[in-house]
Every structure is written in structure tokens, then in C-alpha cells.
């Protein structure tokens, strides 16, 4: 079974540009979870979306939104990005909302210049 | 706030050694705790558990959980240089898939 993936994996933009990242999850798997690394805040929830709803959110502003589609890909975009925004976001994949193990993604390592 | 602490930060240990890691939890509506091992890039999941003092094991790691004392902890017996990696301990509550995550154990295995 393939597992979960993310496109693109690497990625460089200007401060106040935004961006979009995409996330397709493990065959089956319905519920998508975002979340940033940085080594200062280590690792920190951003949403997590189910049925194309978002059911949770972590404590990030506004420029922070995600959808998911009716094939459970996720998408994330921030928009105006700032410097601070340069972490990897990863995305990970369970086959439910109820309390499963999550499988995460490789990544996508946002550098903001 | 939910909060998730990993001690030690750091370890250093030498090929053969066990070693044990420490994992607390303050998480209000506690369901379950995961274990994560991060080498480069993704965590790769190790374990959940969700039951008081029911021991998990795979391989040379074995993982338990004590829900009265909040905390788990991690063993690695007879550990090799692939060991080495970063370890993260997650915890949920009852909201659904909000995962806390701790700072993580950064774990060196000296051949």
C-alpha cells in the first residue's frame, strides 16, 4: 500500500507571496491532519479535516487554511507568508476521526526568504 | 493547554547499551498515547497505547503506558547505530485527532 504523500517536497518563496501544499493520504485513509516542525517549536498541530470538513485547528492565524476534497487529498495554503513561516509541514493520514494511529508524510520544507 | 514533556533531551550510548525513555503527559480528557521515530524527515510510527501498564513490543522496543502516573516510557534493548534518530512522544485528547507532540529524545548510538 502506498503511503502518504506530499507534493512538492521542497519549495522557495519571497515573504508575502502565498503558497499551496498538497497532501494525498494512505488508500482508505479519510481523516488528514496538518502539521508544522521547527526546531525552535518542534513539532505543532495546524488543522485536521474529515468528510472535507475541518473538525480541529491548532493556534495558527488566519493565514493558515486548508480544504480537503471529496477523495480525502488535503490541501494547505498560507498566505503572506513571513519569515517565521519557514519550517517542514508535514501531513499524516488515519483511516478515521476517532483516535487511530496517524501515518505521517515526507514533508514539505517551506523556505521563506 | 495540553503539554507533553520528553526527558532526556539527549542521550549518547554505545552499540549494545539499553536505553529508556521518558515521556509525560498533562492532556485534559486523556485518550491515548503514540510513539514516533524521526531519522530525516517523516516520524514513523512506533506505538499507541492506550491501556494502563499493558507492555507493547516490537523487536527490541517495548513501550508502556501508566495512566495514574501520566507518563510512558520507551525501552531499546541491545541498541544498534540505526537506533539513532529523534524520538517523539504524542498524546491525544477526546477533541479527535489533535495530536501533542513533546520536544522529542535525541538519541546517539556510537558504534
Known amino acids: 500500500k502506498a503511503g502518504v504523500t506530499q507534493t512538492p517536497r521542497y519549495l522557495i518563496k519571497t515573504r508575502g507571496q502565498q503558497v499551496t501544499l498538497s497532501c494525498s493520504p494512505i488508500?482508505?485513509?479519510?481523516?488528514v491532519s496538518w502539521y508544522q516542525q521547527t526546531p525552535g517549536q518542534g513539532l505543532q498541530f495546524l488543522f485536521e479535516?474529515?468528510?472535507?470538513?475541518?473538525?480541529n485547528k491548532g493556534n495558527f492565524p488566519g493565514r493558515f487554511s486548508g480544504r480537503q476534497f471529496s477523495n480525502s487529498r488535503s490541501e494547505m495554503n498560507v498566505s503572506t507568508l513571513e519569515l517565521g513561516d519557514s519550517a517542514l509541514y508535514l501531513c499524516?493520514?488515519?483511516?478515521?476521526?476517532?483516535?487511530?494511529?496517524?501515518?505521517f508524510g515526507p514533508g514539505t520544507r517551506l523556505t521563506v526568504t | 493547554e495540553d503539554k507533553v514533556v520528553q526527558s532526556p533531551l539527549s542521550l549518547v550510548v554505545h552499540e549494545g547499551d539499553t536505553v529508556t525513555l521518558n515521556c509525560s503527559y498533562e492532556?485534559?480528557?486523556?485518550?491515548?498515547l503514540l510513539w514516533y521515530k524521526q531519522e530525516k524527515k517523516a516520524p514513523t510510527f512506533l506505538f499507541m497505547l492506550?491501556?494502563?501498564?499493558i507492555e507493547k513490543k516490537s523487536g527490541r522496543l517495548s513501550s508502556i503506558l501508566d495512566k495514574k502516573e501520566l507518563f510512558s516510557i520507551l525501552n531499546i534493548t541491545a541498541t544498534q547505530t540505526g537506533d539513532s534518530a529523534v524520538y517523539l512522544c504524542?498524546?491525544?485528547?477526546?477533541?479527535?485527532?489533535?495530536?501533542?507532540f513533546g520536544g522529542g529524545t535525541r538519541l546517539m548510538v556510537k558504534p
Open positions: 499524516a493520514s488515519s483511516i478515521g476521526p476517532q483516535v487511530y494511529e496517524q501515518y
Open positions: 488508500s482508505g485513509h479519510r481523516s
Open positions: 479535516y474529515f468528510s472535507e470538513t475541518q473538525r
Open positions: 492532556v485534559t480528557n486523556f485518550r491515548s
Open positions: 492506550t491501556s494502563s501498564g
Open positions: 504524542a498524546a491525544y485528547n477526546n477533541a479527535g485527532n489533535m495530536l501533542t
